[in-house]
């Protein structure tokens, strides 16, 4: 391919299950946390694609990190792993704007688009004005989603919204993206099962929790008629390949923090963890954490270290992996080995993570096939 070629938009036929040095089944986030340069993101995915990461993940945040601005981006920069949004929130976009800004993605990406979805602002949503997101909403958005994408109008009231004959005009040419649910309690991986292409599990669950979180997801998909293979499952793995010690606390350690003290969200981790609840209670009346109602929007992460030392090492040594590349990479394994169709890779930069790709490689030398998400986003809402 020429530069040419790149510059009109125009990628090659390579497909990332025709390359060994490509990863289907090993994926890396950008620009993780808090985002002052935006613009890192797309050194990030250059970095990431030679590592041989087979897709990058974008997480919003409602500031300077909006997911369809970076995944635009994204998708102009890389040439074969997919680009997908891990996630965007329920009720922050019309339904009309999602089904825009994920058909133009995966048009413009040659098909490489994944739409994650959740509901993770849920603890904002009265400072922002949205109503509450909920599972009833997201399961009815993703069969709007799906219908507009095939030219339907939509003429119906549900909780994703009332409409009027809503439709797409042009739809998109490479088929309907993928569209995955983040989620972690049972109703969510009951949802995803049911109705969404691929879930994507969230970070600091163990090995035995996704294992379990696997056969609820295909368990949920048989019962619906569906072929629980299909279903894709993501599993999110905070790591610190031979990071530094420092950096290895704000790339694991702090970024526990911020999710443990989140109340509701610590509580299910430990439930599908089996780990000791009161832990959550003296996380919480650390000095850096009291009164600062949800932490990492907050304070800084570095101002949140001195609190995990509150976590028990137990919690990150069964949740998350600090140690050699050589050492994350069989750690990722293991995820795998319960039921995973994908380890996402979240902490280490895709630079910081590139030896961690390449023992993943060693260690798995051909990864058993991961079955490739539907095509045309292929789930039906159930």
């Not at 009265?126 to 109503?131: I, M």
């Not at 949800?294 to 600090?322: C, H, M, N, Q």
């Amino acid at each position: 391919m020429t530069s040419a070629d790149h510059n009109n938009g125009v990628h090659d036929d390579l497909s990332v299950h025709d390359d060994l040095s490509v990863h289907d089944d090993l994926s890396v986030y950008v620009l993780p946390g808090r985002a002052s340069d935006p613009a890192r993101a797309l050194r990030e995915a250059r970095d990431a694609e030679r590592a041989g990461f087979g897709a990058v993940y974008v997480s919003e945040r409602l500031d300077l990190k909006e997911a369809g601005v970076v995944c635009g981006a994204l998708a102009a920069t890389t040439d074969r792993c997919r680009v997908g949004t891990a996630v965007i929130h329920q009720g922050t976009r019309h339904p009309l704007t999602i089904a825009a800004l994920a058909a133009t993605a995966h048009t413009l990406s040659g098909g490489r688009f994944v739409l994650g979805l959740g509901r993770g602002l849920g603890a904002l949503a009265p400072s922002l004005g949205v109503p509450p997101p909920t599972l009833r909403g997201l399961e009815h958005l993703v069969g709007v989603l799906r219908r507009l994408w095939t030219g339907e109008a939509i003429r119906e009231e549900g909780t994703a919204g009332s409409f009027r004959g809503m439709r797409f005009s042009d739809l998109p040419p490479d088929g309907a993206p993928p569209v995955v649910l983040g989620t972690i309690g049972p109703r969510g991986l009951d949802l995803a099962g049911r109705a969404f292409d691929g879930v994507i599990l969230h970070p600091f669950l163990t090995v035995d929790a996704v294992a379990a979180s696997v056969a609820a997801v295909r368990g949920a998909a048989e019962r619906a008629g569906r072929d629980p293979a299909s279903v894709r499952v993501i599993t999110t793995f905070v790591a610190a390949p031979d990071l530094p010690p420092d950096r290895a606390d704000l790339a694991v350690r702090a970024r526990a923090v911020s999710y443990f003290q989140v109340r509701g969200l610590g509580e299910l981790l430990v439930e599908r963890n089996g780990w000791d609840p009161a832990v959550l209670d003296r996380l919480r009346a650390h000095p850096t954490l009291t009164g600062r109602g949800i932490a990492d929007t907050a304070v800084t992460r570095d101002r949140l270290v001195d609190s995990a030392e509150l976590i028990p090492a137990e919690w990150f040594d069964t949740g998350a992996a600090i140690g050699s590349s050589a050492a994350c990479a069989r750690r990722a394994a293991a995820y795998r080995a319960a039921g995973a169709d994908e380890v996402l890779v979240h902490g280490a930069s895709p630079a910081e993570a590139a030896a961690m790709a390449a023992a993943w490689g060693a260690l798995r030398s051909r990864p058993d096939a991961a079955p490739a998400f539907a095509a045309a986003g292929g789930a039906a809402a159930g």
